[in-house]
């Protein structure tokens, strides 16, 4: 049974930084896509970065230059460093992963707060 659990979110004042993590079980992370998507309130649930083929990676226009997603097979998690943030980055932010044996699955979410 595949399994994501966020963690890292939490309440930062605009250009801080913060560091979440995805630990994921039921999985080896470097052979599915692994993605970190986000939701603010009252808006859709968008992509915001992804790795694939374990060292592949890709961001959201939003997010590019300021956010860097990376991976650590040994403990089998997922990051994302998020530094310069901005009020607009404000959202519960989760983990998801597919793979060619994997269905789409989500962590619960850890909130991100941005202050201005």
């Known amino acids: 049974q595949v399994q994501l659990v966020e963690s890292g979110g939490g309440l930062v004042q605009a250009g801080g930084s913060l560091r979440l993590s995805c630990a994921a079980s039921?999985?080896?992370?470097?052979?599915?896509?692994m993605e970190w998507y986000r939701q603010a309130p009252g808006k859709q649930r968008e992509w915001v970065a992804g790795m694939y083929n374990g060292g592949i990676t890709n961001y959201a226009d939003s997010v590019k230059g300021r956010f860097t997603i990376s991976g650590d097979n040994a403990k089998s998690s997922v990051f994302l460093q998020m530094n310069s943030l901005k009020v607009e980055d404000t959202a519960l932010y989760y983990c998801s992963t597919v793979g060619s044996m994997v269905p789409r699955t989500w962590g619960q979410g850890t909130q991100v707060t941005v202050s201005s």
């Open positions: 039921g999985i080896t992370i470097s052979r599915n896509i």
